[in-house]
């Protein structure tokens, strides 16, 4: 199924330019590049999220490519690197990209075992996204996020752990400000925590123009570890983005968290790669999020924090406010004293350092 996890890798690219380069610029011949330029029409005819906007897009690309605009971008990456600036020009869609790749690219799909096993070693190399899940002063979580990773059995088992370290928590900071995305299950599954009671929680819709269909995505109930009940705040920059994105919106609109940092991305088109050649891929978005509570979603405008401040000072920001939040419900005068005192301090000093 295609959704955000192929998403998170092209959003890299998305904030920095597209293709890597080798040392030395690598031509591509003009008949691949014709090629690429084919199939990449025909894709966004009959998969783009928006047929209308499809179908111009392909027109324009085509036309420019018969007029010459691209006969002068021999460099595999450069031509690369130009599509993908038209095509956003036209569409204003983050995720819909190009890129280059130095190598002939396979025909294998995404569940080949060759494929899943390169992907799960690499993961695992940084321990599927979660950067951070430890208890700060004052009882409040922090779970730090890099991606979202599809849910395969070891996958879960991280995250559960995760989760589980964060038990008896009383509020709880999620930082994404480096999230580029990823996979909508583990967006449910992290969410499953936040939620109390024996009903799943609706969160999220995406719909998927290839397939015609709409696909749900709701809180488990049943799953087994502690709740978090207290107060929770999203923490985002400008480089959040996709999944990140539709964890921020799911809580903020849902009334369980509070978004702290900058306005996100803006990219809330999921969708699949697509093989344009043997050096050329495209990220293909076919499908788009539908809010439950609003009927919208985030692409193009982000998610506008409650609370705006730089992205470098909101872990911080978000982190004095749990306290105060925290003392301000307090029942125990020494806790609210206690936990009033960690606040003065961390306007001051920021949150604490591991030690070891």
């Not at 095509?87 to 995720?95: C, E, K, M, Q």
């Not at 819909?96 to 992907?119: F, I, M, N, Y």
């Not at 609706?202 to 109930?221: A, F, G, K, V």
Request: glycine letters at 10%; zero cysteines; a negative charge.
């Amino acid at each position: 199924m295609r959704g955000w996890h192929a998403a998170w890798v092209v959003a890299v690219a998305a904030m920095a330019g597209n293709s890597v380069r080798p040392v030395g610029a690598q031509v591509v011949a003009a008949a691949e590049r014709a090629e690429a330029i084919t199939t990449l029409a025909t894709s966004l005819r009959a998969e783009y999220v928006f047929p209308e906007r499809g179908a111009e897009t392909a027109d324009t690309i085509e036309a420019r490519f018969r007029a010459g605009a691209y006969d002068g971008l021999q460099d595999g990456a450069a031509f690369a690197d130009r599509l993908t600036a038209d095509l956003r020009a036209i569409t204003h869609d983050l995720h819909l990209g190009v890129t280059h790749s130095a190598e002939v690219l396979g025909h294998a799909g995404p569940r080949d075992p060759a494929v899943e096993a390169e992907w799960l070693a690499r993961a695992r190399g940084d321990h599927f996204g979660f950067a951070a899940a430890r208890v700060l002063p004052g009882g409040v979580g922090l779970l730090e996020l890099r991606y979202f990773a599809r849910v395969t059995p070891e996958v879960r088992d991280t995250a559960l752990a995760a989760m589980r370290a964060l038990a008896g928590v009383d509020a709880l900071l999620v930082d994404l400000r480096a999230n580029t995305g990823g996979d909508p299950g583990m967006v449910a599954l992290l969410s499953s925590q936040l939620f109390t009671g024996d009903r799943p929680v609706h969160l999220n819709d995406l719909y998927y123009r290839p397939s015609d269909q709409r696909i749900e995505s709701w809180t488990d109930p049943r799953l087994d570890v502690p709740r978090i009940t207290g107060p929770v705040f999203t923490v985002t920059s400008g480089q959040t983005f996709s999944a990140a994105e539709e964890y921020t919106s799911n809580l903020k609109h849902l009334g369980r968290a509070i978004q702290v940092g900058e306005t996100t991305g803006g990219g809330a088109h999921p969708g699949g790669a697509v093989r344009l050649s043997d050096h050329f891929q495209a990220f293909m978005p076919s499908g788009r999020a539908i809010n439950p509570v609003t009927g919208g979603n985030w692409e193009g405008v982000g998610n506008v924090p409650e609370i705006a401040v730089p992205a470098s000072a909101a872990l911080d920001r978000a982190y004095v406010e749990s306290l105060e939040r925290l003392a301000a419900v307090a029942t125990d005068a020494s806790r609210q004293r206690a936990l009033r005192a960690l606040a003065t301090r961390a306007r001051t000093d920021g949150i604490p350092a591991v030690t070891q």
